[in-house]
């Protein structure tokens, strides 16, 4: 069983940054796929970002892309998400995902294992 702790949600105003992380203390894991998704309240789980274990392999979701940047560092077991230019609509609990093995479709869902446990952001207008 792999456990996954997030770390890193906050408060923050709009136009802000924040940096994610989670630790994924398991062994292999630079064999992971490595993910983040967001929900919202009433809103579906939305694709964040990922990354494959090839660290110059990355996605991310549309509302995303060019603000903010998935990581990994296979040497701590570390999976990061730096999120610049905050907005409003960004705020949701984030979840850090894993998956043991490849997979073609990165941003569904239903493709990871483990969940962590979530963290909240919250960015005032």
């Known amino acids: 069983q792999v456990q996954l702790d997030e770390s890193g949600g906050g408060l923050v105003q709009a136009g802000g940054s924040l940096r994610l992380s989670c630790a994924a203390p398991?062994?292999?894991?630079?064999?992971?796929?490595m993910g983040w998704f967001r929900q919202a309240p009433g809103k579906e789980r939305e694709f964040v970002a990922a990354?494959?274990?090839?660290?110059?392999?990355?996605y991310y979701g549309d509302s995303v892309k060019g603000r903010f940047t998935i990581s990994r560092d296979n040497a701590k077991n570390t999976v990061y998400l730096q999120m610049n230019s905050l907005k409003p609509e960004d705020t949701a609990v984030y979840y850090c995902?894993?998956?043991?093995?490849?997979?073609?479709?990165?941003?569904?869902?239903?493709?990871?294992?483990?969940w962590g446990q979530g963290t909240q952001v919250t960015v005032s207008s």
């Open positions: 995902a894993a998956r043991r093995g490849s997979a073609n479709n990165l941003r569904d869902k239903s493709i990871y294992n483990y």
């Open positions: 398991g062994p292999a894991f630079s064999s992971y796929v």
């Open positions: 990354i494959r274990w090839i660290a110059a392999d990355t």
